[in-house]
């Protein structure tokens, strides 16, 4: 069983984002999904990879230049994932994804309309791309206040290298801020606050409604890290890490093979890949995650 916290659909318009970012490094050819761009190639690549429930943290907010990045508009469309989250129910979570700069839509409003119409639980936000502000800013405060009111959880974009406009952006003590004045929301960082791993560690472990991801960052500087604090179960550590591949931007299949192929302690793995991500996306008592697995078996 695994839940991958950050595998995005690969189909249709919502897909163009990753289709034109690998275009642009000659990586499409990898996707399969993303060539054919259907809902069936989508789940026929993920699932011959061994995922059993895609979380699709696809992102609705504009674009911006940051350092020597440059990224277009997010417009995936919440509609979308929460009709494929209907048709897939146990194999696919819908992450509404939320334009906190309210360009694209007022952000309290769609929250509240993910939630009470489309049966949305997940929230995804890169408050450092738009409005350009760290993750902590007080001016996103109304936002965590309501989602921690739905009882629902947010995945924030943590990356150093491709967040924000400074590295800091990533920086724990964000994220940390954040888990202080909103002790039940329960919090994701996409990407692991990298390059600030010990760092994003250590919060973890004094939070307990904080979870990490680092997806591809796991391999990068701090790899020793993140190995050494699961299987150590460093103040329960073991317990806040979660699978993500970040697809399309990676191969599925390889990132699924090679994070089991690491040297990790025995019987963490079912920790990492499925049981974690079931209290922080709070799918054990979802009824409608769980009929759909029941229905799958």
Request: charged residues 25%; glycine residues 8%; contains cysteine.
């Given at each position: 069983?695994?839940?991958?916290?950050?595998?995005r659909?690969?189909?249709?318009?919502?897909?163009d984002?990753?289709?034109?970012?690998?275009?642009?490094?000659?990586?499409?050819?990898l996707?399969?999904?993303?060539?054919?761009?259907?809902?069936?190639?989508?789940?026929?690549?993920?699932?011959?990879?061994?995922?059993?429930?895609?979380?699709?943290?696809?992102?609705?907010?504009?674009?911006?230049?940051?350092?020597?990045?440059?990224?277009?508009?997010?417009?995936?469309?919440?509609?979308?994932?929460?009709?494929?989250?209907?048709?897939?129910?146990?194999?696919f979570?819908?992450?509404?994804?939320?334009?906190?700069?309210?360009?694209?839509?007022?952000?309290l409003?769609?929250?509240?309309?993910?939630?009470?119409?489309?049966?949305?639980?997940?929230?995804?936000?890169?408050?450092?791309?738009?409005?350009?502000?760290?993750?902590?800013?007080?001016?996103?405060?109304?936002?965590?206040?309501?989602?921690?009111?739905?009882?629902?959880?947010v995945?924030?974009?943590?990356?150093?290298?491709?967040?924000?406009?400074?590295?800091?952006?990533?920086?724990p003590?964000?994220?940390?801020?954040?888990?202080e004045?909103?002790?039940?929301?329960?919090?994701?960082?996409?990407?692991?606050?990298?390059?600030?791993?010990?760092?994003?560690?250590?919060?973890?472990?004094?939070?307990?409604?904080?979870?990490?991801?680092?997806?591809?960052?796991?391999?990068h500087?701090?790899?020793?890290?993140?190995l050494?604090?699961?299987?150590?179960?460093?103040?329960?550590f073991?317990?806040?890490?979660?699978?993500?591949?970040?697809?399309?931007?990676?191969?599925?299949?390889?990132?699924?093979?090679?994070?089991?192929?690491?040297?990790?302690?025995?019987?963490?793995?079912?920790?990492?890949?499925?049981e974690?991500?079931?209290?922080?996306?709070?799918?054990?008592?979802?009824?409608?995650?769980?009929?759909?697995?029941?229905?799958?078996?």
């Amino acid at each position: 069983m695994i839940i991958d916290v950050r595998c995005r659909f690969t189909g249709g318009e919502s897909a163009d984002y990753y289709r034109n970012q690998l275009r642009k490094s000659g990586r499409l050819e990898l996707i399969e999904s993303l060539k054919e761009g259907t809902e069936a190639s989508f789940f026929h690549e993920i699932e011959a990879a061994g995922i059993t429930t895609a979380v699709s943290a696809s992102g609705c907010n504009p674009g911006a230049k940051l350092a020597k990045y440059t990224f277009p508009d997010r417009t995936t469309s919440n509609d979308e994932l929460a009709d494929i989250q209907r048709r897939n129910a146990g194999k696919f979570v819908a992450c509404g994804g939320i334009d906190v700069s309210n360009t694209f839509h007022n952000s309290l409003e769609e929250i509240e309309r993910c939630f009470k119409q489309l049966d949305i639980c997940v929230f995804g936000i890169e408050p450092g791309r738009a409005p350009g502000c760290a993750p902590s800013d007080d001016s996103l405060f109304d936002v965590y206040a309501l989602l921690q009111d739905l009882d629902a959880t947010v995945i924030i974009q943590t990356s150093g290298l491709k967040g924000g406009q400074y590295l800091t952006y990533a920086h724990p003590n964000h994220i940390e801020r954040i888990s202080e004045h909103f002790p039940h929301l329960r919090i994701i960082c996409a990407h692991g606050c990298y390059p600030y791993v010990r760092e994003a560690i250590a919060i973890a472990m004094r939070r307990d409604n904080i979870w990490l991801s680092p997806e591809g960052y796991l391999w990068h500087m701090g790899h020793e890290d993140w190995l050494r604090a699961v299987n150590k179960n460093l103040e329960g550590f073991a317990n806040k890490f979660l699978f993500g591949s970040a697809y399309p931007l990676t191969p599925i299949k390889d990132f699924v093979e090679n994070f089991k192929k690491l040297p990790w302690a025995e019987g963490v793995l079912s920790k990492l890949l499925y049981e974690n991500a079931l209290d922080a996306l709070n799918l054990r008592d979802n009824k409608t995650f769980s009929s759909g697995l029941v229905s799958g078996l």
